[in-house]
């Protein structure tokens, strides 16, 4: 499975982005996606995750309320809407992938199978 991200960019506090990440290859066994950020110095942070055929989601609490996890399960594509965007929340955004076979909960870097290389999000005061 290969892991395509998109949509970071620089951003003034209180402003939106959008984050795409496609997935392609083996993906018939698709179980979850989600979202981690890594800032510089800091390690790696669940953002959120969406169950794949039912649709549940997961927020981290830093986010809740202001970001949102979405998925087109016909283009084997997850989104992360971003809104009142703030200094803290600059980072490398990656894009991960989970076939389900870890007995992990989503919220953890162990849950998942495949990383996208990270697209860098930055928002300024």
């Known amino acids: 499975v290969q892991l395509q991200a998109s949509g970071g960019g620089l951003v003034q506090a209180g402003g939106s982005l959008r984050l795409s990440c496609a997935a392609s290859?083996?993906?018939?066994?698709?179980?979850?996606m989600g979202w981690f950020r890594q800032a510089p110095g800091k390690e790696r942070e669940f953002v959120a995750a969406?169950?794949?055929?039912?649709?549940?989601?997961w927020h981290a609490d830093s986010v809740r309320g202001r970001f949102n996890i979405s998925r087109d399960v016909a283009e084997n594509t997850v989104y992360l809407q971003m809104n009142s965007l703030k200094p803290e929340d600059t980072a490398v955004y990656l894009c991960?992938?989970?076939?389900?076979?870890?007995?992990?909960?989503?919220?953890?870097?162990?849950?998942?199978?495949?990383w996208g290389q990270g697209t860098q999000v930055t928002v300024s005061s």
């Open positions: 991960t992938y989970s076939l389900g076979n870890n007995q992990a909960v989503l919220t953890t870097v162990r849950a998942y199978d495949y």
């Open positions: 290859g083996r993906t018939v066994g698709t179980y979850a």
């Open positions: 969406m169950d794949w055929r039912g649709g549940s989601t």
